[in-house]
């Protein structure tokens, strides 16, 4: 079975650029997350879908971060513009259902630099 | 608000000797636990969870966890420690759903790095 793929797997870019990222989940999985990891810290939820509809978006930075998965199946996160402060690891997971037990399986990220 | 704890940020230990990282969280209600490990530049790799019933927990790759619910801890073991397992391990929580106010979210801890050592 595939896993998440995730593409790019690095970017750098100056600040006030934007870049965006794709994922696809495991084939089947009904429930989609991206995470941001900064260097030394755990991952933070920024972005939950079900199926393509948004079930929580409380800690996107919505000023300059955008998500969608329009098929839902694919999704992509956006960020325009790119601060310094964006600088992380940009995590994809899925997972079959939205359930509290599910377990999310992650993709292997996206290291954005931002210069 | 629901938290984890992973007191230690390295843990160094000789290969062959038993491993344990350190977990504790903070959940209003009861909680659902998980462990992941981190290998370089590749995302989370589910070790195990815990949801009810057994407080022992046996995972992949020879891991296990013991949930104990009035130290709110969740520590994860290995008995003999390879140096394959050098990688960094997090611990995560989220609140059972009758507690609304706890939301859905999979909280993380800060990571403890492993170096197992030949």
């Known amino acids: 079975e595939a896993g998440v793929a995730q593409s790019p797997r690095y970017k750098i870019i100056e600040k006030r650029q934007s870049v965006a990222f794709w994922c696809n989940p495991i084939?089947?999985?009904?429930?989609l997350y991206w995470y941001q990891q900064i260097l030394g810290q755990g991952p933070k939820l920024l972005i939950q879908f079900q199926n393509n509809g948004v079930v929580d978006d409380s800690q996107l930075p919505k000023d300059r971060f955008s998500a969608e998965r329009l098929k839902g199946v694919d999704s992509t996160l956006k960020i325009q513009p790119a601060k310094l402060e964006d600088s992380a690891v940009y995590l994809c997971?899925?997972?079959?259902?939205?359930?509290?037990?599910?377990?999310?399986?992650f993709g292997p990220g996206t290291r954005l630099t931002v210069l | 608000a629901q938290s984890v704890a992973q007191p230690e940020d390295q843990v160094n230990v000789a290969e062959g000797n038993p491993l344990t990282v350190k977990c504790t969280y903070s959940?209003?209600?009861?909680?659902?636990l998980f462990w992941y490990v981190q290998y370089p530049n590749r995302g989370l790799q589910f070790l195990l969870k815990?949801?009810?019933?057994?407080?022992l927990v046996k995972g992949s790759y020879g891991f296990e966890a013991e949930f104990n619910k009035s130290q709110t801890s969740f520590h994860l073991k290995k008995p003999s420690a390879l140096v394959s397992d050098s990688a960094l391990y997090f611990c995560a929580v989220r609140a059972q759903p009758r507690i609304k106010a706890a939301g859905n979210k999979l909280t993380f801890g800060g990571g403890t790095r492993v170096l197992v050592k030949p």
């Open positions: 997971a899925s997972s079959l259902g939205g359930g509290f037990t599910d377990t999310q399986y």
């Open positions: 815990y949801i009810t019933g057994d407080n």
């Open positions: 084939s089947g999985h009904a429930t």
């Open positions: 959940v209003s209600g009861n909680p659902y």
